[in-house]
């Protein structure tokens, strides 16, 4: 049987303040899949409107490790116990309304729900797995979110649905911390000096090296020749130039022109007035 994790303290925080409500899910395990998709983006508010079936072993097995989301859930017995003291109320709904309602997207929800949770709690509000929410339960809602999916094929189980908001609140949220300047997570990584690199970025001079020592091996393996150029070498450094080369790339690019050497017999055909590579282990490809 499942054994209950060890209660969390709760702190009055954007993330606390997001209720993520589920209304008469049918099948539990879809609770426990949602609570996982939870705790993936950081939430931890679950209330759940008459369910079918809770607490039961489906739902934690479902969970994956996010037991102690469906610990803490708030389990009532109607919408308006779970909405009375919220500030904003968003529902999903993929139909439209004889009646319009303000509609916004994923992304301008998570923007809405940020702007409101200073002042209290904020429900997104998820419907029955076979057919949403009811008219009633939608015109509770100050606006409906609508997820843009592939209109031929548009029905996402609600375990997706919940994923895709709570990803957008989490992506809100990461944008916002740490003084505006966002979230360390978002910030790409595609080149030695990006923060979080292992290796420095070669100077040019290393660079300028390996050129020199890479066109001497072309040249003596009998595939390029300087006096017929064409634009052999101006290509290869434009691939090179592309990859932007760190230090330890360098060393071990160097080191396999240098062994390409040897096996050809022409080890000392390095060109003097280019660098060597460093005596740094990186001369027979070791990193």
Not at 25 to 46: D, E, P, Y
Request: aromatic fraction near 6%; include cysteine.
């Amino acid at each position: 049987m499942h054994k209950s994790a060890m209660p969390q303290e709760s702190t009055d925080t954007f993330q606390d303040q997001i209720r993520i409500i589920l209304v008469e899910t049918s099948h539990s395990g879809n609770i426990g899949a949602v609570a996982r998709a939870m705790k993936n983006m950081g939430l931890a508010n679950l209330w759940l409107v008459n369910p079918n079936s809770f607490p039961d072993e489906a739902s934690y097995a479902r969970s994956a490790g996010a037991s102690d989301i469906l610990d803490r859930a708030h389990v009532v017995s109607t919408l308006d116990q779970a909405l009375a003291d919220c500030v904003l109320v968003m529902g999903t709904s993929a139909r439209g309304r004889k009646v319009p309602w303000p509609v916004i997207a994923p992304p301008e929800a998570a923007v809405a729900a940020a702007e409101n949770a200073a002042q209290g709690p904020v429900a997104l509000v998820f419907g029955r797995e076979n057919h949403g929410l009811s008219n009633d339960e939608l015109q509770r809602c100050h606006y409906h979110i609508h997820i843009p999916s592939n209109p031929d094929y548009s029905s996402l189980n609600l375990a997706m649905a919940v994923q895709v908001m709570c990803y957008e609140l989490r992506m809100h949220f990461l944008r916002g911390i740490e003084g505006g300047e966002g979230s360390p997570y978002l910030k790409p990584m595609t080149a030695p000096g990006d923060p979080g690199w292992d290796v420095p970025p070669a100077p040019v001079n290393d660079v300028e090296g390996f050129f020199g020592h890479l066109e001497q091996v072309l040249i003596d393996v009998d595939f390029h020749r300087r006096d017929n150029p064409r634009q052999l070498m101006t290509r290869l450094r434009r691939l090179f130039q592309r990859a932007r080369l760190d230090q330890m790339e360098i060393n071990i690019l160097r080191g396999v022109l240098t062994s390409v050497q040897k096996a050809v017999g022409r080890g000392d055909s390095t060109p003097s007035t280019q660098a060597k590579p460093q005596a740094t282990g990186q001369d027979n490809g070791d990193v």
